[in-house]
């Protein structure tokens, strides 16, 4: 018998399906397009088409590298990139009304998000370690996140702050009195 089914490597690319134009573009002069830009019909009519999606081969290898997903106002809604060439995003950054609000990363490049970093008005505020999920002979260990201490300059006031005491005083701040 033959050896596992080896799975094709998954790619980076925009949801096509719907999509009323798809443009390509190659600014390498290769084979295969380097941009490719998937527009959709709007359902309010205005606009009546906009880019949803972009795809860009950032290095030439023929492999999509970063994936950018607009709103119908062209304000970014999540980029994903490939920094390791695998084929999955191992970065992923979500926006809201262009801004960034999360970075989450697969630094360990095994497939799985490991670290999430809060950014509030441009500026990051707070990190998370993605715990890994407990071994199969450990069905209680509880799975979830923790903070990371400071890396930089920013203020983690949450990871800072001291927890509240157990009691029914409904004066601690909001900071205080968050759940761990």
């Known amino acids: 018998s033959s050896g596992p089914a080896v799975?094709?490597?998954?790619?980076?690319?925009?949801?096509?399906?719907?999509?009323?134009r798809i443009e390509t573009a190659n600014f390498r002069?290769?084979?295969?397009?380097?941009?490719?830009k998937v527009f959709h019909k709007n359902a309010d009519g205005s606009p009546p088409l906009y880019m949803s999606c972009k795809e860009v081969d950032l290095n030439?290898?023929?492999?999509?590298?970063?994936?950018l997903y607009l709103d119908k106002?062209?304000?970014?809604?999540?980029?994903?990139?490939?920094?390791?060439?695998?084929?999955?995003?191992?970065?992923?950054?979500h926006y809201e009304g262009?801004?960034?609000v999360r970075d989450e990363l697969d630094s360990d490049s095994d497939g799985?998000?490991?670290?999430?970093?809060?950014?509030?008005?441009?500026?990051?505020?707070?990190?998370?370690r993605v715990a890994k999920a407990a071994p199969s002979s450990a069905p209680f260990a509880q799975a979830g996140t923790t903070a990371s201490p400071p890396s930089g300059p920013a203020t983690f006031a949450e990871s800072q702050a001291p927890k509240a005491p157990a009691s029914s005083d409904t004066s601690a701040s909001p900071a205080q009195a968050s759940p761990r």
């Open 112 to 128: 799985k998000i490991d670290l999430i970093e809060h950014f509030q008005d441009g500026k990051r505020v707070r990190i998370e």
């Open 60 to 67: 030439g290898d023929g492999r999509k590298d970063m994936l």
């Open 29 to 36: 002069g290769g084979k295969e397009p380097d941009v490719v």
């Open 98 to 100: 262009g801004q960034l």
């Open 73 to 93: 106002f062209g304000r970014k809604l999540r980029e994903e990139f490939d920094h390791d060439k695998d084929g999955v995003a191992d970065q992923k950054s």
């Open 7 to 20: 799975a094709p490597r998954p790619e980076l690319l925009c949801q096509r399906q719907g999509a009323e």
